[in-house]
């Protein structure tokens, strides 16, 4: 008796994971710490503003003050945070301690 011919089973790839998005993940932890090493850069400065202060100055001249005070602090410690900023995101990514950027084994 002749048996019919069976055809191979198709083997089955590995399942892939799903889509992640760690490209979106670290536009975002940029933005993030750049905005954190901005704010510690700056901070003393608009401290300092807050201290000294006039007494009886309105919410608007308060605003106008910090907004100066904080473009001046700013102005050259802009690179600083940039380069912390990419510094902390490079380390985060080579030792994979940023959340969403690990990946599964």
């Known amino acids: 008796m ?5 055809t191979p089973r198709p083997r089955r790839l590995p399942r892939e994971s799903g889509f ?3 490209f979106t993940l ?13 704010l510690l850069l700056v901070m003393p400065e608009l401290l300092h503003a807050l201290e ?3 007494p009886g100055a309105t919410p608007e001249e308060d605003r106008a003050i ?8 700013a102005a050259g410690r802009l690179p600083w945070a940039l380069g912390a900023t990419v ?4 380390l ?9 950027l690990r990946l599964r084994d």
């Open 2 to 6: 002749d048996r019919p011919a069976r």
């Open 20 to 22: 992640r998005p760690a």
């Open 26 to 38: 670290m536009l975002l932890y940029f933005f993030g710490f750049f905005v954190l090493f901005s």
């Open 52 to 54: 000294t202060l006039p």
């Open 66 to 73: 910090a907004r100066e005070v904080a473009r001046r602090a």
């Open 87 to 90: 510094i902390a995101c490079a």
């Open 92 to 100: 985060g990514a080579y030792t994979r301690t940023l959340p969403g």
